[in-house]
């Protein structure tokens, strides 16, 4: 069985920064690529960053610049660092692999204030 476990986020004004943490344990899970999404209470979930096995990201416009996702293989983490956050980026984060499995973690909240 697999546990996505989301956590790092928080409430913080606008301008700030946050790393999210992704533990991502059991089987099966395509680990080649994985992501980060968000989803807006009503909203359709969003895929923001991918991160492959071969190093190689990639980002939607709206986040280009500020985040940065990133992977630990030895501690099966992936991290996304969120830079001069914005009001809008206020949501809640989730990890999974790309395209996604029917599972899903908890998700880890932001609250950025203006």
């Known amino acids: 069985q697999v546990q996505l476990v989301e956590s790092g986020g928080g409430s913080v004004q606008a301008g700030g920064s946050l790393r999210l943490s992704c533990v991502i344990s059991?089987?099966?899970?395509?680990?080649?690529?994985v992501g980060w999404y968000r989803q807006a209470p009503g909203e359709e979930r969003e895929l923001v960053a991918t991160?492959?096995?071969?190093?190689?990201?990639t980002y939607e416009d709206a986040v280009k610049g500020r985040f940065t996702i990133t992977r630990d293989n030895a501690k099966n983490t992936w991290y996304l660092q969120i830079e001069r956050l914005k009001p809008e980026d206020s949501t809640v984060y989730f990890c999974?692999?790309?395209?996604?499995?029917?599972?899903w973690g908890q998700g880890t909240q932001v609250t950025v204030s203006s």
């Open positions: 999974n692999s790309v395209p996604p499995m029917r599972h």
């Open positions: 059991g089987s099966p899970f395509d680990r080649n690529r």
């Open positions: 991160v492959s096995n071969d190093g190689s990201s």
